[in-house]
């Protein structure tokens, strides 16, 4: 962008590669700056939402938190309006489908005085017209020379050379994607395996004719991504990629959440086992990505998402309609109830990010099997909502902040599988529990406002539980209500004060299927707790603002029913441990424990006062001596606010997967465990991120060689 230019516009029709662009300019000026302070992605989409674009420019220029969120939205436009005039930025705008003005949003315009750049997608030349852009940057559909050697690199030489005639019959393949890259992408990947003329013949009598149905670009490009979509292999898959289509454009679907909707479903058989069903769901997932029909990601919280391309989200709903009109219906951010013709034909519905408060009237649905209605403002249904809906198997309302009661007559619905009411105000759990006989799942993560959840062994097939964060008084009564859930497979729980803490880590039952343990708020003496070697399932491990001291390996003993510390540990276990987030611990002075969990891949420690050691030596002395090598899969690490951390290990370690380290507030963490080899080789494969610079001057470095290659992959923040 020129220095004069301070608004920049990039439009054409959907999948010719404008985000891609955006993104090659995102990623170029976040890896070398060019003297912007701040560059800022923000994703905009079809439905403009001013408060979810605001709130995510503050968090990426580190203005979130508490304090923000109780600010009201025009001290918010003030707020990031006065801090960003005094600085320079790069904003990129991805997908406008309107005028955003970007006072409203607290964006100073752009101007050759303060040399900040605005970028956006649109597909519409009015968008740029509007937004001040005089000479907007147009992407075309490739020419067909462009075209087929973008083809010929999705098909790959193997395919093409497997016989003569193929790359003729390629050329008209490709042709039939009229130069769109995201249809040459994807028919492209499908192609590759297709290695004889039968099967290409057949492709080009498949695009033609549905190409001949339809007028217009659009139609012209959704029987092409089609084509990927009757490639897929099994109707299952093909009902788990319609499923997508229920969230909203660009929205970030996690990856554990949608296999629930899978399995709760009953797309996926989950029959034989949670773990193994969610096993198949990943295939799944991966499948369709490399199908290019899904895209993947992962979000702020480390967690794995994926979402769909706007043009695939289009044909992914006009596929679902053609099988069967009013089967999907899909209105987000919708007032009240829509008008459907047919509501006895309607199986899945999503309502998602809703603006009522209640719902008029009671749709008979009998097919209905999902309904979505997370993410809104609902407070309360009538009261024969449910009873109409004998087929419900999923059912979302999280997220609705003025639902403080669970509706009546959900425990009527004897189909329902899956019930999430997280993030929501509830007091108490829904009446009758013992009359969801079939639910599988249960989400009530969150609800703070949550007083007990007496009863809830009731919930005899129950094989998955979230607890996460829930506001109710964890006491024996509570352990042995959920030890006595049978079938209860994974467990997310969150456990404060020490007695409590106690009782659940000596539970055999309890741990064993436990997947993600927070210990939060235990405000007092500091003490020692084991973690049980027999949690195997254990993914997640988060202790925050405890006094927790030391944190060991230990075995339960079923007859005491407490948890007996091991002493000089020797072997590998917590074989499932990924993420460890330590944060706001005052008491912990080391966290050998970790050296005993192989398949760590993030650890996060913040605003731990005491901590000297991350292994420390002479603990660690077994484990050394019996050939264990730290963190084998380790790929990010976040230390901050650690004032007295002075070693992470006394040796360099070969961290074959690290990508990167963020060492901020430590000035006595003078040496860091690397050598030449350590860490991921290659361009930009490994990042060292610091805050101050008379820190990274005074790192002792392993050797001349350890300081010359990491010195070159450091970015100060």
Same mark, same amino acid.
């Given at each position: 962008m020129k220095d004069e230019v301070g608004i920049m516009g990039i439009h054409g029709m959907g999948g010719v590669g404008k985000t891609t662009l955006?993104? &090659?300019?995102?990623? /170029?000026? #976040?890896d070398e700056r060019h003297g912007f302070e701040f560059v800022i992605w923000v994703v905009v989409s079809k439905e403009l939402e001013i408060d979810?674009? %605001?709130?995510? %420019?503050? &968090?990426?220029? +580190?203005?979130?938190?508490? @304090?923000?969120?109780?600010?009201e939205k025009r001290q918010k436009d003030d707020v990031l309006y006065n801090f960003l005039r005094k600085r320079r930025f790069v904003l990129f705008l991805d997908d406008l489908w309107e005028k955003v003005d970007l006072a409203e949003i607290g964006i100073p315009i752009p101007t050759t005085q303060n040399r900040c750049k605005v970028a956006f997608t649109t597909r519409s030349q009015e968008v740029c017209a509007r937004m001040g852009v005089e000479n907007p940057m147009e992407i075309k559909c490739l020419g067909e020379n462009d075209a087929f050697g973008f083809f010929k690199k999705k098909v790959g030489q193997t395919t093409l050379q497997s016989d003569p005639e193929i790359p003729k019959l390629a050329r008209v393949v490709a042709k039939k994607c009229r130069g769109l890259p995201l249809a040459l992408d994807v028919v492209g990947e499908t192609m590759s395996c297709k290695r004889t003329t039968q099967e290409w013949l057949h492709a080009i009598d498949v695009l033609t004719s549905y190409a001949r149905e339809f007028s217009g670009m659009e139609d012209k490009i959704l029987p092409l991504l089609k084509y990927s979509y009757d490639n897929l292999k099994g109707n299952h898959v093909k009902s788990c990629f319609l499923y997508c289509a229920l969230f909203p454009e660009d929205f970030k679907i996690s990856k554990e959440k949608l296999i629930g909707y899978w399995i709760s479903?009953?797309? %996926?058989?989950? #029959?034989?086992?949670?773990? /193994?069903?969610?096993?198949?769901?990943y295939e799944i997932i991966g499948s369709l990505v +490399?199908? #290019?029909?899904?895209?993947?990601? $992962?979000d702020w919280h480390a967690m794995d998402i994926v979402y769909m391309h706007d043009v695939v989200h289009e044909m992914a709903l006009w596929i679902a309609s053609y099988q069967q009109k009013d089967a999907f219906v899909v209105h987000p951010l919708f007032y009240g109830m829509p008008k459907i013709k047919n509501w006895s034909a309607v199986r899945r519905m999503s309502l998602m990010g809703n603006k009522a408060q209640s719902f008029f009237g009671s749709p008979e649905c009998p097919q209905l099997t999902t309904l979505l209605l997370q993410q809104g403002k609902l407070a309360k249904f009538p009261s024969r909502f449910f009873k109409l809906m004998p087929s419900l198997l999923v059912l979302d309302l999280s997220e609705n902040k003025k639902l403080s009661e669970a509706p009546d007559g959900i425990s009527k619905v004897g189909s329902l599988k899956y019930l999430n009411l997280s993030y929501t105000p509830i007091r108490d759990l829904p009446k009758d529990l013992q009359e969801f006989e079939k639910l599988i799942h249960l989400d009530i993560s969150e609800t703070r406002q949550l007083l007990s959840i007496s009863g809830i062994s009731s919930l005899y097939n129950l094989k998955v539980l979230n607890l996460y964060r829930s506001g109710f008084s964890w006491d024996l009564d509570t352990v042995e209500e959920l030890e006595a859930l049978e079938h209860l497979e994974v467990l997310t729980a969150s456990v404060s004060v020490l007695p409590r803490v106690e009782q659940f880590l000596s539970s055999q039952k309890l741990t064993s299927c436990t997947r993600s343990l927070d210990i939060w708020n235990s405000n007092q003496e500091p003490y020692e707790i084991a973690l049980p070697v027999t949690m195997e399932k254990l993914r997640v491990f988060c202790i925050e603002s405890c006094t927790i001291s030391e944190i060991k390996m230990g075995r339960i003993c079923t007859k005491s029913k407490t948890v007996t510390p091991l002493h000089n540990p020797t072997t590998p276990c917590f074989s499932s441990l990924s993420?460890?987030?330590?944060? *706001?611990?005052?008491?912990? /002075? @080391?966290?050998?424990?970790?050296?005993? *969990?192989? #398949?760590?891949? /993030?650890?996060?420690? +913040?605003? *731990?006062? &005491?901590?000297?050691? $991350? %292994?420390?030596k002479e603990k660690a002395c077994e484990g050394e001596k019996s050939g264990i090598i730290p963190f084998p899969n380790l790929n990010c690490i976040v230390f901050d606010g650690l004032p007295k951390l002075k070693n992470i290990h006394w040796s360099p370690l070969p961290f074959p997967c690290l990508k990167r380290i963020d060492v901020f507030r430590c000035p006595n963490l003078r040496k860091l465990p690397l050598d030449s080899r350590s860490g991921m080789h290659g361009e930009n494969a490994f990042t060292l991120r610091y805050t101050e610079k008379e820190w990274i001057d005074g790192v002792e470095w392993e050797d001349e060689a350890t300081k010359t290659r990491f010195l070159l992959s450091t970015l100060q923040v």
């Open positions: 955006l993104k &090659q300019l995102n990623n /170029r000026f #976040s979810k674009i %605001i709130n995510e %420019i503050a &968090q990426k220029v +580190r203005l979130g938190g508490e @304090e923000w969120k109780q600010k479903e009953g797309i %996926i058989d989950g #029959s034989k086992g949670i773990e /193994r069903a969610e096993n198949m769901g +490399r199908a #290019s029909l899904l895209m993947e990601d $992962v993420k460890v987030y330590i944060l *706001a611990c005052n008491c912990l /002075r @080391e966290l050998t424990l970790l050296m005993f *969990a192989p #398949s760590l891949k /993030r650890l996060v420690v +913040r605003y *731990a006062n &005491q901590l000297e050691d $991350v %292994i420390n």
